[in-house]
């Protein structure tokens, strides 16, 4: 069972399973894996609230968290790679595991996701054995079925709302816009591409520095321009192929759906959000996602508190009874 809300839409929708048309469709990082919701969608009452019909299985991961020294380390070395190679930036993530609670309380752990980021994708699920969370803002793609117009976003740089932005962060935009458009030139029907200023987009306790594209397609194009936006440089790095290496090489764990993507289909538009602010639900554990863009100009004690601040996006939202 799934349950979403769309950006600054506060109805509840699910699938009624009832067909194989693919209405929800989740891709892990590397594409390897797809969790899939059939039927159409449909919108559930609110006040009803959601029943996921299936309880958390028990974390027989025994994975071990990364701790600050471990990470602040590992982070040196990244460094020395994208130094060595000239690297624009590499993306590296990380787990939070937290374990001290008896139960989730997963009815109100959504509605307070769903409250605190009304301008995000929100969703939650169960299925065969999988219970994800989350919401978060960027879009990979969306397109509209009748004027065949396609939006796609770059969105990079993080920093509390409170503080101003520095090199560190401009630079680290630069190429994923930059990425994005070379992109969409190869795609472009009508020589005319419309690109935004740069502008802060707010999510939560942090923003980001955010660019706007647009540009119409041939339908035919729009699985071949998702296949090469994806992975952006803003959840992995310039180059793609290299950096995809690199992520193997230094994470310590698998990122599944952190930073894969979601496709939604609606009878007006064809969505891809990027699974980024989200968590892992087990009976006995939340594994939080969080990461963040790594450049030569990196200080990895701030990168530490980045990620902290990121988890706690999702944390301080979830429900507990200790």
Partial sequence: MIYFKFPFDEKLYSTDGYSDKKAVLFKSFDQSESIIFNGDMIEINDKTGIFLGESFVKDETRFSPENHEEYVKKLQKVIEVIKENQLPKLVLSRRKIFRDFNEINAKESFRNLCEAYPNAFRY??????????????????????????????SLAGTIPISESWTDKEIEEQKPVSSYIRNVLQKFNTNAEIYESETYDHISGNIKHLRTDFKLKINPQDLDAI???????????????DF?????????????????????????????????????KLYSDSVHIFTGGGITAQSNPEKEWIETELKSEAVLKNLVFSI
């Fill in 124 to 153: 939650i699920f169960i299925k065969d054995g999988n219970s994800w969370m989350g919401a978060f803002s960027e879009v990979l793609g969306k397109f509209n079925k009748s004027t065949h117009e396609f939006e796609t976003m």
């Fill in 226 to 240: 998702i296949e090469e936006l994806h992975p952006t440089p803003a959840v992995c790095g310039i180059p793609k």
């Fill in 243 to 279: 950096c995809q290496e690199k992520i193997r090489q230094f994470e310590k764990f698998p990122r599944e759906l952190y930073a894969g993507f979601i496709r939604i289909e609606t009878d007006e538009f064809i969505q891809y959000f990027v699974n980024l602010r989200c968590a």
